[in-house]
T-cell receptor, first 111, second 113 residues
């Protein structure tokens, strides 16, 4: 079954890069996602990567996928105060319509 | 930008009472979902709904839970007899069809006392 693990807290200075990591256990993942949750708001899809890709870049966001180690990371370049939020990785499995989420990683950006 | 709207944002209920959580999905979306997050734990899938029936449900979604699309715009989650452990943030989501187009609502925080 799916199990997605994340570390819990990251503090970063404005302008620096932040890297958030996630590991997953099920090798039949099809898509892997990063969601952002700001206080009082819903889960906002930031980006996703198909499981046969190694990397995806979207403006300040870079997703790296190491399928051998089942490791997913999100790098945010030039972190801004508006990036302060909880970031969740999630996966879907082949033949399955549900998202399996990690516990989330809180990112605090210090001005 | 279209939004998924959930009401209420916070609900307090007594143990054993029935609650109905309401959601208005995006109008051209065909798939609807409920997820929940118990404080400090992972966001967990509850149920997906398509073409007026449940398409998939998790082991959490037992006989105490039901979903309905009563009028073509609302999508509701009913918990018949709430327990303390039902206290959580409940998220509704909808999608056109592909998982990359999920849109989540802001959530309803349910507190059972």
């Amino acid at each position: 079954g799916e199990d997605v693990e994340q570390s819990l807290f990251l503090s970063v200075r404005e302008g620096d890069s932040s890297v958030i990591n996630c590991t997953y256990t099920d090798s039949s993942s099809t898509y892997l996602y990063w969601y952002k949750q700001e206080p009082g708001a819903g889960l906002q899809l930031l980006t996703y990567i198909f499981s046969n890709m190694d990397m995806k870049q979207d403006q300040r966001l870079t997703v790296l996928l190491n399928k051998k180690d089942k490791h997913l990371s999100l790098r945010i370049a030039d972190t801004q105060t508006g990036d302060s939020a909880i970031y969740f990785c999630a996966e879907t499995l082949y033949g399955n319509n549900r998202l399996a989420f990690g516990k989330g990683n809180q990112v605090v950006v210090i001005p | 930008e279209p939004e998924v709207t959930q009401t209420p944002s916070h609900q307090v209920t007594q143990m054993g009472q029935e609650v109905i959580l309401r959601c208005v999905p995006i109008s051209n979306h065909l798939y609807f979902y409920w997820y929940r997050q118990i404080l400090g734990q992972k966001v967990e899938f509850l149920v997906s709904f398509y073409n007026n029936e449940i398409s998939e449900k998790s082991e959490i979604f037992d006989d105490q839970f039901s979903v309905e699309r009563p009028d073509g715009s609302n999508f509701t989650l009913k918990i018949r007899s709430t327990k303390l452990e039902d206290s959580a943030m409940y998220f509704c989501a909808s999608s056109v069809g592909t998982l990359s187009s999920y849109t989540f609502g802001s959530g309803t925080r349910l507190t059972v006392v």
